[in-house]
């Protein structure tokens, strides 16, 4: 809902008139795209873009064969875009690099090699988001060894001693995976439940469906959250009613006032918490096993194949990929107060390398000497374009169910239901 309220104020879009080949259309789940398109349309004159935002846009791509409510978009610049359809509806983008173009060398190598599909790049990363934990400043020498990650393992150590209890019931707890079902995701990502389109594969665990996992190893995954929250926090009841009695306040003031001693935040929320909160606050990416988990929702480009405008949005593309170019849109984010409700370039951390690591410290202070290691980073994998729906409708529900208990109806069987009732 933050997102939509953003793009109708960003809409406001002037667009001088032009032929059809000269306008590209965008059509985008991202609301930055809106402002990025007016800013575009202000520093040239040969071609414009206009933005249209829909929901899930690949999906409506693939259901109306090639269009979307009759119309035909010139470029998507959405969430989940890479699946076993991108081949058949995108065009390839090899044409943008060469000396005169786009480098390959610019983008972060393992984000880059998502958008290729048999040596042909599809599509091109624009932002990405990682996990984190966050902590009062007032603890950075007494709780964490590491200057820039933490893991499970010392999480789970340090937090055991903040507990306290009184009557019975937890007055403060240090720390609980109970509290985010994004942190039960991570968990289960890096255990290696490998969540994915199932395309052609008849995996053991599901059959006919559009995703596919692991069982064993999101099994594991889950048993390894019962056993952290009995072993640390006697069991999920306290934990849920500790939860239950003291989050009415947010987590950055249960922080602050000692009741809590870390919670999990994703990046495009740890850059835009207010001064006050950013003040008392410090971080750590969360990466355990040394990978650290890209989270599901990275941003990817492409042009479409039906796409009328081709030569418009090639020229948006190579222009919104100009390091120079991200530079000032995050000047004009921050210009007109954006910045404050959306994290650096269209939500994330910029998937141009030098973008991230040496122009983002200007904007976000606290990211100086604080780059995420990419060279750790683990991607999710091909995931199916609903995979948003599904993800909140089925796969975050079971999680938090069978991180609270044994005896719960099985993931395959609520993605088969939730499958009868939304076909």
């Known amino acids: 809902m933050r997102f939509l309220k953003i793009f109708i104020i960003l809409t406001a879009v002037v667009l001088t008139s032009c032929s059809d080949n000269e306008n590209a259309i965008i059509w985008t789940d991202r609301p930055e795209f809106a402002l990025y398109g007016e800013y575009f349309n202000s520093v040239q004159n040969q071609y414009k873009v206009s933005v249209r935002y829909t929901s899930f846009p690949c999906e409506e791509l693939y259901n109306g064969n090639g269009k979307i409510n009759g119309s035909v978009p010139d470029i998507i610049a959405a969430s989940w875009l890479k ?16 000396s005169k173009n786009l480098s390959r060398s610019i983008f972060y190598p393992r984000l880059l090699a998502m958008g290729r599909i048999e040596r042909k790049q599809y599509l091109l990363p624009v932002s990405f988001n990682i996990p984190a934990l966050i902590f009062s400043k007032e603890n950075e020498n007494l709780v964490l060894s590491n200057q820039f990650t933490t893991d499970f393992d010392e999480i789970k150590k340090l937090s055991a001693p903040h507990n306290m209890q009184q009557y019975g019931a937890f007055t403060r ?65 306290a934990d849920d009613d500790f939860t239950f009695k003291y989050f009415v306040e947010p987590k950055e003031t249960l922080i602050k006032s000692r009741r809590i001693l870390f919670s999990f935040i994703e990046s495009d929320d740890l850059f835009i918490l207010n001064e006050e909160s950013k003040n008392h606050l410090d971080f750590r990416w969360i990466m355990d096993d040394n990978k650290l988990p890209v989270t599901d929702s990275s941003v990817y480009i492409g042009i479409p194949v039906k796409a009328k405008a081709k030569k418009a949005a090639r020229a948006f593309i ?14 004009y984010t921050r210009s007109i107060r954006i910045n ?54 089925v796969v975050l529900p079971y999680l938090h169910d069978r991180a609270r208990a044994v005896d719960v109806n099985p993931l395959e069987k609520r993605l088969t239901d939730w499958l009868r009732l939304n076909r």
């Open 83 to 98: 699946n076993s359809l991108t081949g058949v509806y995108f065009n390839t983008l090899d044409n943008l690099f060469g």
């Open 173 to 237: 707890i240090g720390f609980s995976p109970l509290w985010d079902n994004n942190f039960l995701l991570t968990a289960a990502v890096l255990s290696g439940a490998s969540f994915r389109e199932s395309g052609g594969e008849t995996p053991r665990s599901v059959s006919s469906t559009p995703i596919a996992w692991e069982a064993s190893a999101l099994e594991q995954s889950m048993r390894f959250i019962n056993n952290w929250t009995n072993e640390i926090n006697s069991n999920s009841q």
């Open 340 to 393: 404050e409700n959306i994290f650096g370039i269209c939500g994330g951390f910029s998937a141009l390398t030098s973008v991230t690591e040496q122009v983002y410290p200007v904007f976000y202070p606290e990211l100086l000497g604080r780059m995420p290691p990419s060279e750790n980073f683990t991607l999710l994998n091909i995931l199916p374009s609903n995979w948003a729906i599904i993800k909140e409708q």
């Open 318 to 331: 190579q222009w919104f990929f100009k390091i120079e170019n991200q530079r000032r849109l995050l000047e």
